[in-house]
């Protein structure tokens, strides 16, 4: 086995009008990858400028984070679209956050779909597809980000010509089958630094997760995600880059 990397991204952006969430500026210090917003579930045309800003300054790697049409639900409601609104409401997403990476002279280098959007994708082929090909609309070049073990996800890119980057997730707990406990329940969120950083080192190193039950399952990833909205973030982060840099893993964002 060569060198170990992996990318390290962040969901920043997620502010939207006077209502802010998050120490965006100071998160993108330790992140390699950013998520931003789009203004569906989170973000509006001010909040994602100084979003792109602060990350294009940071020569942090510029990806949209598009969501189901849900500002009052955060993006984190399951909801039943048709596939062309998905594919269209896609487009638009990208396209507004492609237009601010180009206007402060940075590329836009991945997608990430968001909350429940991208959970149903996971494990929805037809729901996969639409998103995919709404990404693939905009630019063929772009990175589509989606949960590790999800083959609609990766099938979907593959057949609209996109390159997959499989993420896992540092601050969230798994259940047997390799996804990801609701919010709902206790547990399904961690704010512990340690934990988090501990969580990292096996993901990287053992390709694996424990579940929420106690048991190890296998997962490899491209990318490690933290979000942004979490109460900790910043120690989070802090803590997983640290830990990561001390195990001699190399941090780059997936464009490189």
């Known amino acids: 086995m060569g060198a170990l990397r992996i990318d390290l991204n962040a969901d920043v952006g997620e502010g939207f009008g006077a209502w802010s969430m998050g120490a965006d ?3 993108l210090e330790h992140v390699t990858s950013a998520n931003v917003a789009c ?8 909040v994602i400028e100084r979003t792109v800003a602060c990350a294009a300054r940071a020569r942090v790697a510029i990806g949209a984070h598009p969501s189901y049409f849900d500002l009052r639900g955060f993006g984190r409601r399951e909801m039943r679209v048709p596939a062309s609104e998905v594919e269209a409401d896609v487009v638009y997403q990208v396209g507004a956050l492609q237009a601010f990476a180009r206007a402060h002279g940075a590329p836009l280098t991945h997608v990430k779909p968001h909350g429940a ?9 037809e729901l996969a597809l639409s998103i995919a090909r709404g ?3 905009v630019d063929r070049s772009l990175v589509l980000v989606g949960l590790a073990g999800s083959l609609a996800m990766r099938e979907a890119a593959s057949v609209s010509g996109l390159r997959f980057a499989a993420e896992a997730f540092v601050d969230r707990a798994y259940d047997a089958q390799g996804r990801l406990v ?5 547990g399904a969120v961690t704010s512990d630094p340690a934990a988090a950083a501990a969580a990292a080192l096996r993901l990287v190193r053992e390709r694996a997760v424990v579940s929420i039950e106690g048991h190890e399952i296998a997962v490899l990833a491209d990318t490690l995600c933290l979000h942004g909205d979490n109460p900790r973030a910043l120690d989070v982060a802090r803590s997983v880059r640290a830990a990561l840099a001390g195990a001699g893993v190399s941090v780059q964002a997936l464009s490189h």
Do not use: W
């Open 117 to 125: 959007l991208y959970n149903q994708a996971a494990d929805d082929a």
């Open 182 to 186: 609701p919010r709902s329940r206790p």
């Open 135 to 137: 990404v693939a609309r």
């Open 25 to 27: 500026e100071a998160l």
């Open 39 to 46: 203004g569906f579930h989170a973000g509006d045309p001010s």
